[in-house]
């Protein structure tokens, strides 16, 4: 389903935990990381699709999130030719997408990767708000950017201090997640997740995947 300048609707999930860190996924068989994302169905709103992106993509169900904010218009980014099928050429330009910014309200191991037979993610952490867009594919780094800094001033108020102190405990520095053996040195996980690696993972120099074609499900 394209719009008639060529771009196909779509949704962008920023989920935040409770320290507004946010869910950050390594995309399956790549050394890209980015948000979930996927296409608005056709009869679909906005969120409706965004409900069932973040079933599949990260396995969790309205009542494990609160909306906070989404963005006010689309968000644009084109798709260059070579990651798009021949047959798509000239008519396919790219996604319009609708952020939105969910806070978790369940729990880390409410999470599952492999929620549908069609992964999209092969592991995950928890990520400082300002992601670094040098890991994110260069084309969608513009929206990433539009993204986080027009949900930004949304981001829920910590009150750490007042918080220990009523609960009469220190405040503790937040330790760094373990390195995955194997795996890239800037790869992390937090504790209780888990990776789960690709079964028909051949190659970190397989050829990137064809991005969102319109016919394409995602």
């Not at 594919?137 to 990433?144: A, D, I, L, S, T």
């Not at 009523?166 to 997740?193: I, K, M």
């Amino acid at each position: 389903m394209l719009d008639r300048d060529g771009f196909r609707p779509n949704v962008g999930i920023i989920l935040l935990n409770q320290r507004n860190q946010v869910f950050w996924g390594k995309r399956i068989r790549t050394h890209s990381w980015q948000f979930p994302q996927g296409g608005i169905d056709r009869g679909e709103s906005p969120e409706q699709a965004m409900f069932r992106e973040l079933h599949e993509e990260v396995g969790l169900h309205p009542e494990h999130v609160r909306i906070v904010a989404r963005t006010r218009d689309w968000l644009r980014y084109e798709v260059p030719d070579r990651f798009i099928r021949r047959d798509a050429r000239g008519h396919y330009k790219g996604q319009k997408q609708i952020w939105y910014l969910l806070q978790l309200v369940g729990h880390d191991w409410d999470l599952n990767l492999r929620a549908t037979d069609h992964p999209e993610f092969d592991a995950w952490r928890w990520h400082d708000y300002w992601v670094p867009l040098d890991v994110v594919v260069e084309f969608k780094r513009g929206v990433y950017e539009m993204a986080l800094t027009e949900l930004a001033r949304y981001l829920p108020r910590q009150d750490f201090r007042n918080r220990f102190l009523r609960s009469n405990v220190r405040a503790r520095e937040f330790e760094r997640y373990p390195t995955v053996a194997g795996q890239d040195p800037h790869f992390e996980l937090p504790p209780g997740a888990s990776f789960d690696p690709d079964p028909n993972a051949t190659s970190a120099s397989d050829p990137p995947p064809v991005i969102d074609p319109p016919h394409a499900p995602r």
